[in-house]
């Protein structure tokens, strides 16, 4: 095996996306040797996310290509920029697109995980630290993705966006927790808070909506309501805790009458994972009159205007708001892998697909048909474990 220290960039494979919606190219890349505060990982298994799709597609937000997406995944560190003291190579880690720089007011405080400095910015395709990227091919940079850009046998990553989990934590499955499903579980048991015997609509039964409908049941929900548009997501939905679904289409009269009329006055907590505003809006009607608790999770349009009548303020029904499932990446993050390896949660039955890395395509082909919860690719094996 080939061995580099960290003043050396060296060229690896990686998938590219030169254009919107065209299919990702496997391509060699020159990937940098971390600066000041960065590390550079072995990507061994990365997931898709909807979000590398979505913004894939570019439609409804600013283009940038070409671009190396991905930001679900575990690796390992291979080297570490000045500064880096936390992880040192051989570490086994998550890397996390949104950060915690630990210093800042966010960061500091309880009640926050919008680290002011490593928040999630969609747009910047380079590195925080110089306004770089760090992948280039035949001179040319190739833009990054939410600081991660997973897909690739190698990256660079700000040491704030990576989570130092258990070395024998095995990556194929726990790659799974940097993204999805800590967002939809965390939204749950984190910020929803269902208690135990309490009923619970989840709005959007992908990924993120079935790992909120684990948060609820383990919480003790009695009564968990699948809210989609898409009949064929009940039946595997049931072993996430669904109870009951509700398929929109099927009625003349908005969604939220009807779970009111379902539930005698409303559910006592709403989840939404669709990031459409209309789901939004029904996610909060349906919750009941003085303590019921809509928690937003997915994310809109950018030019997205949320209306309801005031009066369900005044009749205290509460909206909250959450990203990332309120964790903080390093401080939180190795703790719900730990749940996962004391087997307190089940992360295998989100992964339904997996595929070489040269077969990449084929897990955007499986979302885009809404086959897949998560496909996982494998770019190298783990042989710590």
Request: proline share 5%; aromatic share 8%.
């Amino acid at each position: 095996s080939q061995s580099f220290t960290q003043k050396l960039g060296f060229s690896f494979v990686a998938a590219v996306a030169w254009e919107a919606g065209k299919p990702l190219v496997i391509e060699e890349v020159e990937v940098a040797p971390p600066q000041v505060d960065e590390v550079r990982l072995k990507i061994l298994y990365t997931a898709l996310c909807h979000s590398d799709v979505y913004f894939w597609e570019a439609k409804g937000q600013k283009p940038l290509f070409p671009r190396i997406f991905g930001h679900e995944a575990g690796g390992i560190v291979e080297s570490v920029g000045p500064g880096v003291t936390d992880v040192k190579p051989g570490d086994k880690v998550l890397p996390i697109f949104t950060g915690e720089c630990k210093e800042c007011a966010h960061c500091k405080s309880e009640e926050s995980n919008l680290c002011e400095l490593l928040r999630i910015n969609t747009d910047r395709g380079v590195m925080i630290g110089d306004g770089k990227s760090r992948f280039s091919i035949k001179g040319k940079p190739i833009y990054n993705f939410l600081g991660t850009s997973t897909f690739s046998e190698y990256t660079v990553v700000h040491v704030g966006c990576v989570a130092k989990i258990n070395p024998k934590a095995p990556l194929d499955k726990v790659c799974v927790l940097s993204c999805g499903f800590s967002t939809g579980f965390g939204a749950a048991v984190n910020v929803a808070k269902p208690k135990k015997g309490s009923t619970v609509a989840v709005f959007g039964l992908g990924a993120v909506g079935l790992a909120a409908a684990e948060g609820a049941r383990t919480s003790g929900a009695s009564r968990i309501i699948g809210v989609d548009i898409n009949p064929d997501r009940f039946a595997a939905s049931k072993k996430f805790g669904v109870t009951e679904f509700v398929n929109p289409k099927d009625h003349k009269k908005p969604v939220q009458e009807v779970i009111v009329e379902m539930t005698n006055g409303g559910v006592d907590r709403s989840l939404e994972c669709t990031g459409s505003v209309d789901a939004m809006i029904s996610a909060f009607e349906c919750v009941r009159d003085g303590w019921g608790v809509a928690t937003i999770v997915g994310v809109p349009h950018k030019d997205a205007i949320f209306k309801t009548n005031p009066l369900n303020f005044l009749l205290e029904k509460t909206v909250k708001g959450t990203f990332f499932g309120n964790f903080k990446p390093r401080s939180d993050i190795p703790a719900v892998v730990e749940k996962y390896m004391n087997k307190e949660l089940e992360v295998e039955k989100f992964i339904t697909h997996q595929v070489e890395f040269s077969d990449i395509n084929k897990a955007f082909d499986y979302m885009l048909k809404g086959e897949s919860l998560r496909c996982v690719i494998r770019i190298a094996d783990d042989k710590t474990n």
